[in-house]
């Protein structure tokens, strides 16, 4: 049980990095068609940035289909990318943006921290300037801040 384990673990952590730079380098580059609709004031109750999350969940389906069941990495592998991106969902959608009912924002300094810098990434109106594209590690809220102000003209 020890491999699964660290199998789900593994591809948790390696799905931050690649939510990260999917969403430095795609998200606020080529794909921002989709993306712009996540940084502006949303009509109802999707989103067009929502297909990212159906593209993301076929990718971990593809683990579970390609793993063939319990008994191959590669299906735990699909389970480690969709915690990942439930966790995601839970934090992200529900704790920053509200649009899942998960109650008021603890007092945890780690979350208070993600939903400060999550706020900070959407204080450019645009694609350019942004900063924090990770969703489940936030750098220090100061760090951020310098940066934003350092990206700003004038």
Do not use: C
Not at 72 to 100: E, F, K, N, P, Q
Not at 108 to 129: C, F, N, P, W
Request: glycine share 12%; hydrophobic share 50%.
């Amino acid at each position: 049980m020890l491999v699964p384990l660290l199998t789900v673990l593994l591809a948790m952590s390696a799905m931050e990095l690649v939510a990260t730079l999917a969403h430095k380098y795609v998200m606020h580059g080529f794909g921002w068609g989709w993306h712009r609709s996540h940084h502006a004031p949303r009509a109802g109750r999707f989103e067009k940035n929502d297909l990212y999350a159906l593209v993301f969940a076929a990718i971990s389906m593809g683990w579970f289909v390609g793993g063939g069941g319990p008994s191959s990495i590669l299906w735990w592998i699909g389970v480690g990318t969709a915690l990942y991106g439930l966790v995601y969902a839970l934090l992200h959608d529900g704790l920053v943006h509200r649009r899942l009912p998960v109650g008021p924002v603890p007092r945890s300094a780690y979350l208070k921290r993600l939903v400060q810098a999550h706020r900070l990434h959407h204080a450019t109106r645009g694609r350019e300037g942004a900063v924090s594209f990770g969703f489940l590690y936030a750098p220090p809220v100061p760090k951020l801040v310098a940066r934003l102000r350092a990206s700003k003209p004038g």
